[in-house]
């Protein structure tokens, strides 16, 4: 997208936000339902979940807070409505339903907020914003899947409640490569900076050490 | 994108939602800033302009709610934040500022919704939900730009407070042509239809006859 | 409160909003821990939850939209803040606590939405307002517990939101009567009209004979 | 209300949450059109004014994020919605009427973040959360007018958006003293501590000092 690239530039896009001294960290919808193929997975979102794992232990053991999404329906179905009528194989993700359980090696810790959604974004009609502001944090490092769906929804509103925003380039990933990249691009022009989670271990290892 | 068509057909994406029997319009930025290849504009958004005069047109004669939005920072700087730390240029866009003013030729009627916004939805922030709902609107046209980026954060919420969301083909512009496509697939395939605005006109011309 | 009252009045407070086509009820917080004066009840409740009883059977009868709140927070207080600091009592209503479920002879049916919050109001962080809109309602029609505390913020909330809001006064109670009243002051005067369960049944029946 | 304090007592409320280490101040609605018995003022309105001046004059020196708010409705009634069905008169209150004007003697200055609205919370459709989240707030302390109204709500949506909330009790009025009183004994037990501007300009000159 060089040309592309250039428009934005001219225009003003794409300064950097920097890491924060207080950062948290966002794992979107990295549930059994999206790394099978068969149901909303594929792609590349087996091994953005391997560097997830890495991540997620570093920030353990830096103590950030750490929140995890599911996407959860009523077993009833009441609480359908427009995102379902245009995917209604969402409503198979219910409270009990394997798919929507977190993947086993990111399971939760005590502490670690677990927020059931609704919605493509980690933030609509949840407390993760009001969470995030309790704990202090100022910026936001975002992993998790689809880079063009729940992860850009994330993101979208994470800049709008005012957290700095990262995009973890090897730790999102979704079902097709042209979303992927063509997300990954838009969020880096217009909210999110994107780096790889060795540049932010390493930027965070140095920090501390300072 | 056909392989990649194939992939989410398969997951079950892309339902259509409908037109609904109470449509209202939400035309996004169109303010002379996103006119101009300087600042913000330039690519395919002076033809959105043109047909989104004739859809504003008919949705007067049939009395649909209208919204406009603008961006609009204060003039000391007051409300900056991470959106204009990533894309600095927006603080010039101020209540008073040229490139802050809807284009002359969809200036908001009397009752128009005009809304002043500094994130990239709509919603963020502002009563829009709130507005359509006191108006009975059940299906949101929208129209504006960019497509990648206020009109794409603006569907994203739209879809979440539940109204059935329709993206205007012809009535929606970028700066760049390839982030124009790429967002056009993943609303059809997520979130929205995809309607342009002759099919619109010609549908709510035959409901309202019938 | 008569010379309260008179302030108010010349000051163009207190018209009526009505009782809208399209009605939706939202029963707050009718839960086993608010019955107990042990726990948060006490009061005016228990009569409360006897009117609500005969008021969501008309509603049912009638197919109205119908909402439930519960106040629930995780296991492990990982969703504790700036509420629970002070009223550090409410952490005790977890998901499967005694005290956070819904009160037998309210037990939900199928179809009817039922919100878990952290907050007083019903619509702080989740989807009512949108679930509500979905459905098209245009009044919506409050009871529940307590009166002077997640009563009073789900008003404030339903009128911003844009919903003609109605409290039933004989189906809304609280642990202490002080603070009912005060609050029934506040809403009818400020935000919501304020009726009986029998006012509101006559007034739909008549309407649906009509 | 000693026997209702009693009924709280044991079930747990009113723990103090404290003075946090950053502080924010929020002035609500000291606008001429609540300084006049004529419109919507009166009762101990003039008096907190006062106190409003001196405890801001020490947020500025002390640098901490300042916050107004003025209710504004468009001059052609389009944002018109169920509060103004409530209480028509707030249609006075426009961008240049001088009711909805700042009180001269709490004139922002630059950096101040002047916040429009149309609800009576400061927070239902701004960005009051996000710019205090991005200053880095913990602690919100609220001023204004009036105690049962506007204040109130506010109260509820900054704990809801979990900033430590406290209500500077000099600082806040009311067209009416029984409201007042009864929202302070809510506030007080529910949501926020109760704290005289004396009170908290020596708490943080000691702290500033230390």
Known sequence: MTDETEIYRKQGFAQAVGLGPRPGLLI??????????????????????????????????????????????ADDGSDAGAFTTKVPSLLKLTETSALSQIVPELTPSAGEHIIRKRQASAF??????????????????????????????????????????????????????????????????KYADLRTSDEIIRHYRQASAA
């Open 28 to 73: 979107v919808d990295f549930v059994i339902g999206f790394t099978d193929p068969a149901h909303f997975g594929g792609g590349n979102i087996a091994p953005a979940i391997d560097k997830t794992v890495s991540l997620l232990g570093f920030a353990r053991a830096a103590g950030w807070p750490v929140a995890h999404t599911r996407v959860v329906y």
């Open 124 to 189: 609509f009609a949840t407390d993760l914003a009001a969470w995030l502001t309790y704990r202090g944090v100022d910026t936001l490092l975002v992993t998790g899947c689809t880079t063009s769906g729940c992860v850009r929804a994330s993101v979208n509103d994470a800049v709008a409640h005012n957290f700095r925003t990262v995009v973890v380039t090897d730790c999102v990933g979704d079902r097709a490569i042209g979303p992927h990249e063509a997300n990954l691009f838009d969020m880096g022009q």
